[in-house]
């Protein structure tokens, strides 16, 4: 990682950070793992969506160059007690900061806080079938298939299919 790039779980007062990183993300996406945004973010909402983690809902973590955030991921676990031993995980960088090493990173760092929560079992995510380089990422880290929701997702006509993929803890 550049020396002046730094990875640091999120805080309230982010809020603000993250909704330029999220207006950025969306802005001439050309990646089959984006979908355009369906409201623009807020820095009060995205403060409110970090609070939900610090309350114990799971973990954020922000890559920072400066104060400007590059990449986001994620682990939601489950809110009902029969879910309580999964954790739904998210990533997403901005394309400047691709394919450098920082999604295994911070995949590796969330599977880290993951391994020191009692109670988790699982972390579980779903992929579009037309994001294979997220899939490598997400295999070349011990995630196995699992299932496929064929035609989950339809977007501007095109048919595209839910991967599912888990990692045991
Ligand atoms: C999916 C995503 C998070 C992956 O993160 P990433 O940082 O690009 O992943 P990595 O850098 O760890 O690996 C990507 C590639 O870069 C290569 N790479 C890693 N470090 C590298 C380095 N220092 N120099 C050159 N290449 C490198 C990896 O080998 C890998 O190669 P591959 O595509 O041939 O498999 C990122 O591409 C992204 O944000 N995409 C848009 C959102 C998205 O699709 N999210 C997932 C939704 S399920």
Known sequence: MKAELFLRPAALGDGGALC?????????????????????????????????????????????DADRVLGCAELTVGKAPYRHHCAALGVSLLKEARGQGHGTTMMKALQAWAERQDGLERIQLEVFHTN????????????????????AIKHEGESIDMIQMSLAL
């Open 132 to 151: 294979p380089g997220a899939i490598r990422l997400y295999e070349r880290l011990g995630y196995v298939h699992e299932g496929r929701r064929v035609g």
């Open 20 to 64: 330029a990183f999220l207006i950025a993300l969306g802005t001439n996406n050309d990646h089959p793992g984006v979908l355009p945004m369906r409201r623009v973010p807020t820095a009060a909402g995205q403060d409110e969506w970090i609070q939900g983690y610090l309350d114990g809902g799971g973990h954020v973590l922000l890559l920072f």
